[in-house]
């Protein structure tokens, strides 16, 4: 009999209660992250375009900017994901027109700028939060003052697509009309048929809706153009069970952190308070990365890397940041599992060698 234990991947349902109705207040939802970024970075004065992000970042947050004509620039992340207030003080130096922050992995990283960033844009300075890591936490706007906000939703449950973008100030954001068909599409039937291949094990199954999952990937990155978040995604949206998802995920960490005690791997947050909801569980391996992340494929459980280094980072930003790009790596904690779930995945990693 077919028992399906994989652990990390895409995934293969939303997590839908019938009687719940999100909704984001001012927001314009999109089929990604990146097109709700894109909205508002064509929504700010184009005069001077310079944008300031952070150096640990992911390529799709720096393409909007880039298709765009601007100028970019990077700020210095610590090895507690925390910005290094001397490098970013002196890029601000130069006066950029807009900075990105980023909270990462749920858990609130820019307290230490936000004085340094609330002077910036005093001076005239946009700020753009990305808050697609700390979305499910408590007090998810963790820069009270940004004047946009992003997001990108699928990267909390198995909705088809989906992102959206909000304008905190006086600044009305486009509402793309045509959605991304083809990305959608083939990102739902993917869904569907991984369900069926987690009941039955069928192999042909499964390297179906890793080449939809390849496929739409593939699409993304190639098109640059703005689109509204499908029907069935926004509809999938509207009734995810956010309760369930943050109580599991808390739960989820909770668990690893108390359990993982393989001498490789070091917990970046080792303490989880009342208002976090992790995106995932990362840590620090200085040694054996890749290895380990074979011997764990090798037994079904996919360990992502957030992220590769995007190609825009200037030569000193790789320099500077090498160290988080080179050691770090996500373990799975997502609602689709139990801590009983996650007990093999664990052993194994304590186990590893």
């Given at each position: 009999m077919f028992v399906f234990?994989?652990?990390?991947?895409?995934?293969?349902?939303?997590?839908?209660?019938?009687?719940?109705?999100?909704?984001?207040?001012?927001a314009v939802f999109t089929a990604s992250g990146r097109s709700a970024q894109a909205l508002i970075v064509k929504s700010i004065d184009q005069k001077k375009k310079k944008a300031l992000l952070p150096a640990y970042t992911c390529q799709h947050i720096v393409e909007p900017f880039t298709w765009n004509g601007w100028c970019v620039d990077f700020y210095d992340i610590d090895d507690h994901l925390e910005v290094k207030k001397d490098?970013?003080?002196?890029?601000?130096?130069?006066?950029?027109?807009?900075?990105?922050?980023?909270?990462?992995?749920?858990?609130n990283t820019i307290k230490?700028?936000?004085?340094?960033?609330?002077?910036?844009?005093?001076?005239?300075?946009?700020?753009?939060?990305?808050?697609?890591?700390?979305?499910?936490?408590?007090?998810?706007?963790?820069?009270?003052?940004?004047?946009?906000?992003?997001?990108?939703?699928?990267?909390?449950?198995g909705i088809s697509d989906g992102g959206y973008a909000v304008s905190c100030c006086d600044i009305e954001l486009e509402k793309p009309t045509v959605s991304m068909d083809k990305f959608f599409t083939e990102r739902h039937a993917a869904r569907n048929i991984k369900a069926i291949y987690k009941d039955t094990g069928n192999s042909k199954l499964k390297e179906e809706y890793l080449r939809l999952y390849s496929s739409s990937e593939k699409f993304l990155d190639s098109d640059i153009g703005l689109y509204s978040m499908s029907v069935c995604g926004y509809e999938d949206f509207k009734h995810l069970d956010f309760d369930?998802?943050?109580?599991?995920?808390?739960?989820?960490?909770?668990?690893?952190?108390?359990?993982?005690?393989?001498?490789?791997?070091?917990?970046?947050?080792?303490?989880?308070?009342?208002?976090i909801v992790p995106i995932t569980f990362p840590v620090f391996m200085f040694e054996k990365r890749q290895e380990l992340r074979q011997y764990l494929i090798d037994n079904r459980i996919y360990c992502s890397i957030h992220?590769?280094?995007?190609?825009?980072?200037?030569?000193?930003?790789?320099?500077?940041?090498s160290n988080i790009y080179n050691t770090i790596m996500s373990i799975p904690c997502d609602q689709r599992y139990t801590p009983n779930m996650l007990e093999r995945m664990v052993s194994l990693i304590n186990r590893f060698e």
């Open positions: 234990d994989e652990i990390g991947s895409e995934y293969w349902k939303a997590d839908i209660k019938d009687n719940v109705e999100n909704k984001i207040e001012g490098s970013l003080i002196s890029k601000l130096a130069d006066n950029p027109s807009c900075v990105v922050v980023q909270s990462y992995y749920g858990f230490s700028m936000i004085q340094i960033i609330s002077e910036a844009q005093r001076d005239g300075c946009t700020v753009i939060e990305d808050v697609t890591h700390c979305f499910l936490s408590e007090f998810h706007n963790f820069y009270p003052n940004a004047d946009f906000r992003f997001c990108s939703l699928r990267k909390w449950s369930f998802i943050k109580c599991q995920r808390r739960e989820n960490y909770y668990y690893i952190l108390k359990n993982l005690k393989s001498k490789y791997v070091r917990p970046i947050f080792e303490t989880l308070n009342d208002v992220w590769p280094q995007p190609i825009q980072l200037t030569d000193e930003a790789k320099h500077n940041n």
